[in-house]
């Protein structure tokens, strides 16, 4: 399974490890720790999480002990990550990625 991260995914992640990093270095190893597993558990079961709308390809999983989702478009060969989304700040801001 091969990922690729929409620009404004990457920027997502970069501004997040960039918040956590000026309050904890700690914190900010593990928030990548956990999206990399997180990652892991979309490569092994790509359909298996929950649809972000009743008409959307675009699925939603959680990132385990931090506040952000991963969104993204699964694909028989690849994944796209739409964003990682905060759970209170903007939502759905990530819509016009996909439309």
């Given at each position: ?5 929409h620009a404004g995914a990457r920027r997502d992640l970069k501004q ?37 709308a009743k008409q959307s390809k675009a699925r939603a999983v959680r ?37």
């Amino acid at each position: 399974m091969t990922f690729h991260f929409h620009a404004g995914a990457r920027r997502d992640l970069k501004q997040s490890y960039s918040w956590y990093q000026k309050h904890s270095e700690r914190a900010a190893s593990e928030f990548l720790e956990e999206v990399s597993a997180t990652l892991d558990k979309i490569s092994n079961t790509p359909g298996h999480f929950h649809p972000v709308a009743k008409q959307s390809k675009a699925r939603a999983v959680r990132v385990d002990r931090y506040p952000f989702n991963l969104i993204y478009l699964p694909s028989a060969t690849n994944v796209i990550i739409i964003a990682v989304a905060h759970d209170k700040r903007r939502p759905d801001y990530w819509q016009r990625r996909i439309d």
